[in-house]
């Protein structure tokens, strides 16, 4: 249940990145909300069986 949760979060963080800020601040805020999101999932999530 987390892990959607922390995937919805995520989602919801790049729409609202998407529609507020500029194109390069933009590419850098999604890269950092992927990034926390995948270190979320490898540790607390699903992903964390897998590396």
Known sequence: MTDII???????????IMKITFKLLKVVLVLAVIAVLAYILMN???LSGQF
Do not use: D, K, M, N
């Open 6 to 16: 922390s995937i919805v979060i995520a989602a919801l963080a790049i729409y609202f």
């Open 44 to 46: 607390y999530g699903f």
